[in-house]
T-cell receptor
Framework: SQQGEEDPQALSIQEGENATMNCSYKTSINNLQWYRQNSGRGLVHLILIRSNEREKHSGRLRVTLDTSKKSSSLLITASRAADTASYFCATVTTDSWGKFQFGAGTQVVVTP | EPEVTQTPSHQVTQMGQEVILRCVPISNHLYFYWYRQILGQKVEFLVSFYNNEISEKSEIFDDQFSVERPDGSNFTLKIRSTKLEDSAMYFC?????????????FGPGTRLTVL
C-alpha cells in the first residue's frame, strides 16, 4: 500500500451522524494533515497533527495519531450536508523537504 | 487572510503546445510546491522549490517540466510540450520556513485540458 491511504474509500451517512475515516502510512512522518476537497475544487486545510501529538480537536473535527500503528483517524461529529466532500490525509515524511504524500481520499456523502 | 492565488483557473491547449501556469504564493513564505491531480485520482507531488532552486522532484517532473520564480512574487510551472496525459488540476502550495511542521497553503488550482 502507498503512503497515506485512507479507508473507507466512500462513506454515506445521514445528517447528524458522525463520520470516521482512517489513514495509514508506511514511513516515519513529521506531521500529518487532513484536507477537504469539494468536487472539482481546491484543497482546504482542516487540521495538522504533529508526530509528537496524539489527538487534536478543531470545532467538530477530532484527529488522532498513533505513530506505533502508523495510522490516523478523522472524526467529524454531528455531520451536515455541507460536509459532503472528499477528505484526504497528507503526510510529511522525515526525509523530505516538506512535500506532501496524499492518499486516495475518502468520499463522504451526507444526506439531509 | 493571505492566500495563494493561481491563474488561469482553466487553461485549454492543444497537444504539443507550451503552457505556463502561474501562482502567487503567500508573501512571507519560503517553500513552494506544485502538485497535480488527474481527474478522479489522488493528488501527486511534482516539485518543491526553495532558495531559488529545486529541492526535490518526483518522477513525474521530467524534462518537459520546469519551474521558476521570476520576480520574487510569482512562481510558475512550465510544461514545454503538453501531452494528453498532462490534463489535470495543478495546485500550487507554499509554506513558511522553520521545518516541515508548518501547514501548506494551497491555491485553488488551475484545470489544464490538453486536446
Amino acid at each position: 500500500s502507498q503512503q497515506g491511504e485512507e479507508d473507507p474509500q466512500a462513506l454515506s451517512i445521514q445528517e447528524g451522524e458522525n463520520a470516521t475515516m482512517n489513514c495509514s502510512y508506511k514511513t516515519s512522518i513529521n506531521n500529518l494533515q487532513w484536507y477537504r476537497q469539494n468536487s472539482g475544487r481546491g484543497l482546504v486545510h482542516l487540521i495538522l497533527i504533529r508526530s509528537n501529538e496524539r489527538e487534536k480537536h478543531s470545532g467538530r473535527l477530532r484527529v488522532t495519531l498513533d505513530t506505533s500503528k502508523k495510522s490516523s483517524s478523522l472524526l467529524i461529529t454531528a455531520s451536515r450536508a455541507a460536509d459532503t466532500a472528499s477528505y484526504f490525509c497528507a503526510t510529511v515524511t522525515t526525509d523530505s523537504w516538506g512535500k506532501f504524500q496524499f492518499g486516495a481520499g475518502t468520499q463522504v456523502v451526507v444526506t439531509p | 487572510e493571505p492566500e495563494v492565488t493561481q491563474t488561469p483557473s482553466h487553461q485549454v491547449t492543444q497537444m504539443g503546445q507550451e503552457v505556463i501556469l502561474r501562482c502567487v504564493p503567500i508573501s512571507n513564505h519560503l517553500y513552494f510546491y506544485w502538485y497535480r491531480q488527474i481527474l478522479g485520482q489522488k493528488v501527486e507531488f511534482l516539485v518543491s522549490f526553495y532558495n531559488n532552486e529545486i529541492s526535490e522532484k518526483s518522477e513525474i517532473f521530467d524534462d518537459q517540466f520546469s519551474v521558476e520564480r521570476p520576480d520574487g512574487s510569482n512562481f510558475t510551472l512550465k510544461i514545454r510540450s503538453t501531452k494528453l496525459e498532462d490534463s489535470a488540476m495543478y495546485f500550487c502550495a507554499s509554506r513558511l520556513a522553520g521545518g516541515s511542521y508548518n501547514e501548506q497553503f494551497f491555491g485553488p488550482g488551475t484545470r489544464l485540458t490538453v486536446l
